[in-house]
DNA sequence: CTTCATGCAAAAGATTTGCAAGTTC
DNA sequence: GAACTTGCAAATCTTTTGCATGAAG
């Protein structure tokens, strides 16, 4: 359902960019490079689906290192801020986050039966983005974007319409 | 900042099709006609704004009529199947709603410094979004689209970059 | 050795739910 | 009268915060 991920020799290569870049935001901040948080970085960067907080919690306690969620939500913000994670899923009840980290921006079209998520990256919607921005006056920082209906899998289990 | 609105001769046309059409989803689902809910109806399309369910609860008891935020929590789900209120600046940590009955669809674009929320409908979206769907098989029934940046008000006040 | 990080438990905020009493159809 | 609503309070869920203890620079 997501891009090409880098598995294999890239992949270390991607973390440790990723991990020098966090450590950056750290000292630019005075803040501590400290274990718990590498871990969280990493936890978050090897995920390619679309997280929640408590999948990072049990993804690092699954790697060795405990670490409470009160610690997860305030490293949060650090790897937003960094560029190593986004939020995604915006529109439902639900908080998410993805990977961005050394990956194509892209959008999401979501089936609301069965919540499949397609990503595309589809650079007509920027050209326009940036129209829109310079007839506001805007400087463009970021965009939501989702994209909500029935997949054709489910129009075919549950009838053509809508109607559910 | 918002579109124009119906204030005046049109507004009580409007609202009674509203209400017309939220009793229509209450009979299809044999859900009972009632007071509150009506109230509820009344409030949410009364509004120009994007608002919370705290602030119906105020409204609807400054109408005359108390309820509880229970209640209008149970309500909520009803209000968007009938087409009356749609969600609304939802990449924020809280859920707004925003009356969308008789109303021109619209998306927004959001200073996050000063958080002004201009309304933007730029029909070209709407067709690369229907190209979308065609090539992923889905039959769109819905988006959310929102623009984040920072607004020219705010860019002349704090400097010319993003930077804070 | 100063400043920051962390875990824990409590707090806060938003939303949901069980239940008894009141209403709608 | 049967089925649905409502308010209330309790329960959930998610996220935040205060504080004492433990690390990082």
């Known amino acids: 359902m997501r891009t ?3 598995k294999g020799a890239g992949a270390e290569a991607v973390m440790n960019d990723a991990m020098q870049q966090f ?3 750290l000292h ?3 803040l501590r490079v400290t274990n718990v948080r590498e871990a969280i970085v990493r936890a978050a960067l090897s995920r390619d689906d679309h997280f929640r907080v408590e999948g990072l919690v049990e993804d690092v306690s699954r ?3 405990e670490v409470s969620v009160a610690t997860v939500y305030r490293a949060i913000p ?3 801020d960094a560029g190593l994670i ?3 899923e915006v ?3 639900k908080r998410f986050y993805e990977a961005s980290f050394g990956r194509e921006h892209h959008d999401h079209l979501i089936c609301q039966r069965c919540h499949t998520v397609v990503e595309f990256q589809f650079d007509a919607f920027a050209m326009l983005e940036r129209e829109l921005a310079v007839k506001y006056d805007f400087e463009l920082t970021g965009h939501f974007h989702e994209l909500i209906g029935v997949c054709g899998n489910c129009r075919r289990k549950k009838g053509a319409n809508g109607v559910h």
Do not use: T
């Open 86 to 88: 986004e939020p995604a």
């Open 91 to 93: 529109s439902g009840e």
């Open 28 to 30: 630019e901040r005075s």
């Open 4 to 6: 090409p991920r880098n």
């Open 78 to 80: 650090l790897l937003v």
């Open 63 to 65: 790697d060795g290192l």
């Open 23 to 25: 450590r950056e935001i």
